[in-house]
Nanobody, 116 residues
Framework: QVQLVESGGGLVQPGGSLRLSCTAS????????MGWYRQAPGKQRELVAT???????HYKDSVKGRFTISRNNAKNTVFLQMNSLKPEDTAVYYC??????????WGQGTQVTVSS
């Protein structure tokens, strides 16, 4: 009953920037957390950044200082501002939403490619 729509992926040179967006819609719900995961070819999906209902944030160590997660609660939208991108950031990025009851939803994924 909850749909996640992502946008903002693309091809960027090393050192460049991208901003990912994800909007949740559908049935009424109360998100406990929203965030971003990523999965590179041949690797496990990993957490990149999350925001909780109370406003807390968590980042993967390798993206601290480069990525910033933000949230518009009124629009159920989460953003990921990615600066100083590196080739190792190349992956499919997935939006994630967790409800207070524990149910989780995923977006379709958006490709981020960092290459010269």
């Amino acid at each position: 009953q909850v749909q996640l729509v992502e946008s903002g992926g693309g091809l960027v040179q090393p050192g460049g920037s991208l901003r990912l967006s994800c909007t949740a819609s559908g049935s009424a719900f109360t998100p406990e957390a929203m965030g971003w995961y990523r999965q590179a070819p041949g690797k496990q999906r990993e957490l990149v950044a999350t925001t909780t209902r109370g406003g807390g944030t968590h980042y993967k160590d390798s993206v601290k200082g480069r990525f910033t997660i933000s949230r518009n609660n009124a629009k159920n939208t989460v953003f990921l501002q990615m600066n100083s991108l590196k080739p190792e950031d190349t992956a499919v990025y997935y939006c994630n939403l967790v409800l207070t009851i524990g149910a989780a939803y995923w977006g379709q994924g958006t490709q981020v490619t960092v290459s010269s």
